[in-house]
């Protein structure tokens, strides 16, 4: 997918960017090819991938509609190189990022990205989702989470609902369909009190198949969760 297509693509949907947003998905490109020679941040460098497999593989979320342009606290957890957040941040300015990754070089990058694409609203952390799960700073404070390709649900589920407000949603991006994921995650969701409100298969341009699925939390997260450390793993509910 090419610059120019990704553009008639987003404006096929509704989305057409000014020369502001182009610029800021240059510069990302141009960023995330730089530092991926010092750490490690992508597998896929090539410009055209770039645009297709991580710029509008993120943007899915606004897309299929369960994203707008609104002043909506949105945490991302594993964000990596910022996706999918920073793609949608860049389409959806009053969305209020903030991303948590356990790499402290990952978050150098996605500061001085911020810095450099002029985005405001945004806030980087570097932990654990299991500790920041249990500060009343991050708990029940957001209306969305993303997760793109972090976990399965099982173990998903424990790592981000904790931070929702009570009717808040996880919006979690796969690479392929949900059907099983959704069967072992049952006991957890139930023990979470949360429940999936959607979960749909769709095709990216070049047709390769993706996954949305959106978890609803009902009730508070009881206080034992999300467990220490390393524990959602190893232990899934």
Request: aromatic letters at 8%; hydrophobic letters at 40%; proline letters at 5%.
């Amino acid at each position: 997918m090419t610059p120019q297509e990704f553009y008639d693509h987003l404006a096929a949907a509704g989305f057409v960017l000014n020369d502001q947003q182009k610029a800021q998905f240059n510069r990302y490109f141009e960023l995330l090819v730089e530092w991926n020679e010092k750490i490690n941040l992508t597998a896929i460098t090539a410009r055209d991938e770039v645009y297709l497999k991580h710029f509008y593989d993120s943007l899915a979320p606004v897309l299929q509609g369960h994203i707008k342009n609104q002043p909506l606290t949105l945490l991302d957890i594993g964000a990596g190189a910022g996706f999918p957040s920073l793609p949608m941040k860049i389409l959806c300015p009053e969305l209020e990022v903030t991303i948590i990754d356990s790499l402290n070089k990952r978050i150098s990058f996605l500061t001085l990205l911020a810095e450099e694409l002029g985005l405001t609203g945004v806030a980087f952390y570097h932990g654990r989702a299991e500790d920041f799960g249990q500060d009343k700073t991050f708990r029940g404070q957001f209306d969305l989470v993303t997760a793109r390709a972090v976990a399965r649900l099982q173990v998903l589920a424990e790592l981000t609902i904790p931070f929702l407000r009570i009717n808040g949603q996880l919006i979690a991006l796969k690479a392929a369909a949900a059907d099983s994921e959704l069967l072992d995650a049952k006991i957890a969701l139930q023990t979470l009190f949360a429940k999936v409100d959607e979960t749909k298969d769709y095709q990216l341009p070049n047709g390769d198949s993706r996954n949305l699925t959106i978890v609803r939390k009902t009730k508070e997260t009881p206080n034992k969760y999300p467990r220490k450390a390393g524990l959602p793993n190893k232990k899934p509910l």
